[in-house]
């Protein structure tokens, strides 16, 4: 029986500037599964103008996720670095998605219900369709894995649903066609044409709180910098943030158990175990009985040490962007090459003449 080749597919959006909690949460991620997969990362251009229309310097912005990518270890010869806009079969799948999904899918998203805020009827329709381009961007290339953070489990709940209602409703046209395949979902073996997507969201990532309020995400739009640790901070700023990052008065505990309620707390010794790929109960075995005066500075100096030789690559990249361009048009081709592909089939599919 045939199947779907594995293939990993990720996106970030290029507003704001990347911080600790991206790193952690999704580029490390990325960076590890490359060893054993195919993967094709991508910065999401097209979704950046959903929430907001004008940007400044969006090229500059494209480039830096694309430099961070680099910079924490994805080799883009290897696998597939590129941005969005560049392969324009992501937005004409898009289109043909908007018309598998229906309406109601669309306003259950809790993202567009929190984007939209209470004035919904003057949310750019983008904004509402945003998940569908999104299961166009993975299912254009008939991606089978995506790593994406907790928030986005829903979205990929709806990227599997259009691929089924696509197969589905268009089954005798991909037998006709030839270009199905069998695959297996739950217990039941079926034929269809897109995979139904499977979420990479376990593993070591933490969830990063913002440095200010252990009960928020560490976010790029909380309007307090000191709030998060930015991929392009320099070490000066980095120890300052962890220095002024809110405690407790109390000493660290030497369990786990002991961090329940004290949600800063909790926060600093997660960012302390991921940034040095070990286990909150072990750091905690280290540190237990210390004050925050002492575990803060050792925290910084783990962190500088981490990020500084990211964030010095990324600046080198910036520097002068011939190089990122150069890899970032490489790998629109090369991803355009394989989305032509897919496209020609879901023509032939649908019935488009071309
Ligand atoms: N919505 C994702 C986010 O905000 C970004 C994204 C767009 C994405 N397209 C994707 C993630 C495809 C994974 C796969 O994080």
Redesign the pocket.
């Known amino acids: 029986m045939t199947t779907f080749q594995p293939l990993v597919?990720?996106?970030?959006?290029p507003t704001g500037n990347l911080h600790l909690g991206n790193y952690l949460g999704a580029i490390r991620k990325f960076v590890a599964l490359q060893d054993n997969n195919d993967c094709i990362y991508?910065v999401?251009d097209l979704?950046a103008i959903t929430a907001q229309l004008v940007h400044d310097d969006l090229r500059n912005q494209i480039r830096s996720i694309a430099a961070a990518f680099i910079a924490s270890g994805i080799d883009p010869v290897k696998h597939i670095v590129f941005n969005q806009s560049a392969v324009p079969q992501h937005a004409e799948l898009a289109w043909i998605f908007n018309c598998v999904a229906r309406i109601g899918w669309m306003n259950r998203m809790t993202q567009f219900k929190d984007k939209a805020g209470k004035d919904r009827e003057n949310a750019s329709l983008g904004l509402l369709a945003y998940p569908s381009?999104?299961a166009a961007?993975?299912l254009v290339y008939r991606a089978t894995h995506?790593p994406?953070?907790d928030d986005?489990k829903q979205?990929l709940e709806l990227a599997r649903d259009i691929a089924q209602k696509f197969n589905i409703d268009f089954q005798q046209k991909i037998r006709e066609t030839g270009t199905g395949v069998d695959m297996v979902v739950g217990e039941e073996p079926i034929h269809g044409y897109f995979p139904l997507v499977e979420p990479l969201i376990e593993g070591p990532a933490p969830r990063v709180m913002s440095l200010k309020d252990g009960t928020k995400k560490m976010s790029k739009s909380d309007p307090s910098d000191l709030s998060r640790i930015n991929l392009m901070d320099d070490a000066d700023t980095i120890l300052k943030k962890i220095r002024k990052a809110k405690t407790d008065p109390d000493s660290l505990p030497s369990e786990v158990e002991g961090l329940k309620g004290r949600p800063e707390a909790e926060n600093l010794v997660g960012i302390y175990a991921a940034l040095a790929d070990r286990t909150k109960d072990d750091v905690l075995q280290e540190f237990g009985g210390q004050q925050f005066s002492a575990f803060k500075p050792a925290l910084a100096d783990l962190a500088v040490h981490v990020l500084s030789p990211i964030t010095e690559e990324m600046r080198r990249l910036m520097g002068d962007t011939t190089h990122i361009d150069a890899i970032l048009r490489d790998g629109g081709e090369r991803a355009r090459a394989r989305a032509e592909k897919v496209m020609a089939e879901v023509f032939d599919i649908i019935g488009f003449l071309r």
Do not use: K, T
Request: proline share 0%.
């Open positions: 597919f990720s996106g970030v959006q991508c999401v979704h381009l999104m961007d993975i995506v994406v953070g986005q979205h």
